[in-house]
């Protein structure tokens, strides 16, 4: 079984409809990510969870939200969705070391 | 701003030859120097990691930090067609900020 998940794997969705993207680990890694991938724009990074309290605000956290569950789930909601939040959205996790490990990802389009 | 930058390629070599991606960054208080392989559609995987500076090799791959002029790069010999691919590097201390990519391409 995978060590990270990710749910749903493909999504469509109206513009003004919220949405959660879910995320689950089995590795034991405290910290958790999320990220959004554009073509020519590379992986950005929206919130960051470093333990089940702790959660911070990335580069691009304008327009969402996240939830960490416990310590193995972290969702990542947005609010309104618009048709610029359309990409390709990866959760990952690590321990101390820094060593990022990453679900397979879930593409979302807005219409 | 922390900055991470890499040559998008396309990076074309033969069979067998050794590929050589490079990467900048702007953050001279970051730590840890990553390595990820992403084949189209799917996601980054972790093939190399390296802390301090000097060689770091592991199979086919070597990493190479120069900490002094901010430069990382990953060297693969003997590259494979199964070697295409776009590579991420990735820089960090607490978080890590990721440059756009190179792809590239192994010919057989």
């Known amino acids: 079984d995978a060590d990270v998940t990710q749910t749903p794997r493909n999504r469509i969705t109206k513009t003004g409809k919220r949405i959660m993207l879910e995320c689950s680990q089995t590795?034991?890694?405290?910290?958790m990510y999320w990220y959004r991938q554009d073509p020519g724009l590379g992986l950005r990074l929206i919130y960051y969870s470093f333990d089940v309290k702790d959660i911070n605000k990335g580069e691009i956290s304008d327009g969402y939200s996240v939830s960490r569950q416990a310590q193995a789930k972290f969702s990542l909601s947005l609010e309104s969705a618009i048709p610029n939040q359309t990409a390709l959205y990866f959760c990952a996790t690590s321990g101390d070391s820094n060593e990022q490990y990453f679900g397979p990802g879930t593409r979302l389009t807005v219409t | 701003q922390k900055e991470v930058e890499q040559n998008s390629g396309p990076l074309s070599v033969p069979e067998g030859a050794i590929a050589s991606l490079n990467c900048t960054y702007s953050d001279r208080g970051s730590q840890s120097f990553f390595w990820y392989r992403q084949y189209s559609g799917k996601s980054p995987e972790l093939i190399m990691f390296i802390y301090s500076n000097g060689d770091k090799e592991d199979g086919r791959f070597t990493a190479q930090l120069n900490k002094a002029s901010q430069y990382v790069s990953l060297l693969i010999r003997d590259s494979q067609p199964s070697d295409s691919a776009t590579y991420l590097c990735a820089v960090g201390y607490s978080t890590l900020t990721f440059g756009k990519g190179t792809m590239l391409l192994v010919s057989p």
């Open positions: 590795k034991g890694h405290d910290r």
